[in-house]
Structure formats: C-alpha cells, structure tokens
Nanobody
Framework: QVQLVESGGGLVQPGGSLRLSCTAS????????MGWYRQAPGKQRELVASITSDDRTNYVDSVEDRFTISRDNAQSTVYLQMNSLKPEDTAVYYC???????????????WGQGTQVTVSS
C-alpha cells in the first residue's frame, strides 16, 4: 500500500521560512516525478514545484527563487524549503508522486493528505 505523509506545516510570520517533508512508503521515490501542490480556500489546486527522476526541477513563477524542492532517495523523502514566505502562500500543501504510463501499465499517481501552511502576522 502506497502512503505519502507530509509534515512541517504550521503558522509562520511573513518573511519566515518553513521546510515541508513528504515521506513515501510503498513506492521507490527515485523513479517518480515528485511534486508539491497547494490549494488555498476557494482556489484550484496548483503545482508549486516538481522534481523528476533525473532531478530536473520546475517551479511556478510565484515561488521561483524562494522555494526549493529536493529529494533524499535513501530516506524516500521529498522536501520543500520555503523562504521569504508571503501571506499569499497560505494554503494546504500536498505531496504528489507521478509515474507516466507505459505500454504495460497505466499512469500511477499518489497523493498525501496535505499539511496546512499559514503565513500571517
């Protein structure tokens, strides 16, 4: 059974930092594209950052130069370091694991349960 468990969310003041962690079980993290998504109240879920199996990273423009995604394959854990946080970063952050379909199996997508990040003074 696949599980993605996020941790590290909380309340932080504007300009502060948080590091989110996502620990996976039941999958080999190194062969998945791992991503962090977020969903604010009344808004659609959006991709914040992703890292491919060959360590290519991608960020939404609004977090470029502030957030960093990384992966520790030995620990089956993906991190999101968030610096210079702004109130508009407030959302529930979800971990995602995605593996493209092949000729012999469908696409594989897994989600964590989410962790709340609140940026407020």
């Amino acid at each position: 059974q696949v599980q993605l468990v996020e941790s590290g969310g909380g309340l932080v003041q504007p300009g502060g930092s948080l590091r989110l962690s996502c620990t996976a079980s039941g999958i080999t993290v190194s062969i998945y594209t791992m991503g962090w998504y977020r969903q604010a109240p009344g808004k659609q879920r959006e991709l914040v950052a992703s890292i491919t199996s060959d360590d290519r990273t991608n960020y939404v423009d609004s977090v470029e130069d502030r957030f960093t995604i990384s992966r520790d394959n030995a620990q089956s854990t993906v991190y999101l370091q968030m610096n210079s946080l702004k109130p508009e970063d407030t959302a529930v952050y979800y971990c995602n694991a995605d593996r493209a379909r092949t000729a012999w199996r469908p696409r594989l997508v897994y989600w964590g349960q989410g962790t709340q990040v609140t940026v407020s003074s």
